[in-house]
């Protein structure tokens, strides 16, 4: 069939009806090329998402700080132990203090292992099992500092290890509760027994103790710094992996897979950038609908991967004959929207009539050695306060018109500005809502 004679009202409507409706669905999406809307959208899922996991966890699951928590206390408790049983052995301590301590040694590793086993698990029961083994630490201190204030130095580099314990805090008020309590303690403990304070170097075994104590302290620093480094390594880490991720879900939401061009969205988003940038400066801005012939029947005859080779040979060809300050995209299924920025319909006619060519008079044997494509294009320029909607419903309206009177053809939209039916191609030809100029083929 000769794809120049004029077809029938009805061929002209199965061949667009698809795009027709798509286009409907289209004006009513404008609104989502909004960036605002887009960001407030996903805040509002991650606010969701966040306070969900919130409440199944205040810490975090993946984070391992449970588990540096549980080795932390863990080592406290028994290095205390330790400690205070040399002091005894050195005959500085009653026997009852590391009694006292190794029995809560027991308890708090006996918790540690009841978490792991069933007991608290992940999530609230874990911080409270935390709050539980810093509270004993903190009263554990003070009260060596009360009862034994000639261990000052070891009492106060224990209250000094609980508060480092802080970085596991699932929230500002339980820190702010543990340091108010430590302070408070630490002022009590002066205020009795602050005379008695002392720090044994008397003998050698005594120095060696003290010189432990202050090892002891200043390993749990470098502990707790080594992890929190690591820890913001891999928060570091994490939020690059994140960044990439998102510039990958960027260009997969903004890019059509099949032909590389700008998806729907992301045309559209071009389409209101230029809008808005007409109605600051007063330049012209043009829009057009670029629609490949036949494209049904092409799918039918030669099969539906040399339509796809179609669409993307045929938006290489297009991009290559646009200038670098229009843009094109995928509109519908084979439909592509350029956005001719500072640029009247009558200006643009040259770079569509080169658009044309390059399709009509190209060479399509690489796809089917039988193929010829052909591709009608309606153009339409924005007026003054027109909505993005009436625009496109203009350029689809010029785009029918070429359709109807034999396709393969540049049709100028240059009616008044009026209401359109969903379907353009149900009015006669030359009533389609505007008083078309089909160009010169």
């Not at 193929?371 to 496109?392: C, K, N, S, Y």
Request: hydrophobic letters at 50%; one cysteine or more.
């Amino acid at each position: 069939m000769d794809e120049n004679l004029p077809v029938s009202v009805a061929e002209c409507r199965s061949d667009l009806a698809p795009s027709r409706r798509q286009s409907a669905l289209a004006v009513s999406r404008v609104a989502a090329c909004d960036p605002a809307m887009i960001e407030q959208r996903a805040e509002a899922m991650s606010a969701r998402s966040f306070s969900a996991k919130e409440r199944a966890d205040p810490i975090g699951q993946a984070s391992g700080m449970w588990e540096a928590s549980d080795l932390y206390f863990a080592s406290f408790f028994l290095f205390e132990t330790l400690l205070a049983l040399g002091f005894w052995s050195a005959g500085l301590a009653p026997a009852w203090i590391p009694t006292i301590l190794a029995s809560l040694t027991a308890a708090m590793l006996g918790l540690i292992g009841w978490s792991y086993f069933g007991g608290a698990g992940l999530g609230p029961g874990r911080a409270r099992l935390h709050l539980l083994m810093q509270l004993t630490a903190v009263g554990l201190a003070v009260g060596l500092a009360i009862v034994a204030p000639q261990l000052a130095l070891q009492a106060f580099a224990a209250l000094f290890a609980a508060n480092l314990a802080c970085f596991i805090a699932p929230d500002r008020t339980r820190l702010l509760v543990i340091a108010g309590l430590s302070i408070l303690g630490a002022m009590t403990a002066t205020l009795i027994v602050g005379a008695e304070f002392d720090m044994a170097t008397a003998t050698p075994i005594e120095l060696a103790l003290t010189a432990a104590v202050l090892v002891i302290a200043l390993a749990r620093c470098l502990a707790v710094a080594s992890y929190v480094g690591d820890l913001r390594t891999r928060i570091a880490g994490a939020n690059q992996s994140l960044k990439e991720a998102r510039q990958r879900i960027e260009i997969l939401t903004t890019c059509d897979e099949l032909t590389g061009l700008p998806n729907r969205r992301a045309i559209l988003r071009q389409l209101c950038d230029q809008i808005a940038l007409a109605e600051r400066t007063s330049l012209p801005v043009s829009a057009a609908l670029l629609s490949i012939d036949h494209f049904k029947r092409i799918n039918e005859q030669f099969g539906y991967v040399a339509g796809d080779g179609v669409l993307r040979m045929f938006a290489v060809r297009a991009s290559a004959a646009l200038r670098e300050t229009d843009c094109i995209g995928r509109y519908n299924g084979e439909e592509f929207l350029v956005v001719l920025s500072a640029t009247s319909a009558q200006d643009a006619i040259d770079a569509l009539r080169r658009i044309r060519r390059s399709i009509s008079r190209g060479d399509w044997r690489s796809i089917n050695p039988g193929l010829h494509v052909t591709a009608t294009i309606g153009i339409a320029e924005r007026r003054a306060g027109e909505m993005v909607e009436h625009l496109l419903t203009r350029a689809d309206a010029a785009l029918c018109t070429g359709k109807l009177s034999g396709r393969n053809r540049v049709v100028i939209d240059s009616g008044p500005v009026c209401e359109f039916n969903s379907d353009p191609c149900s009015h006669p030809l030359g009533t389609v809502g505007s008083k078309a100029i089909v160009s010169e083929r």
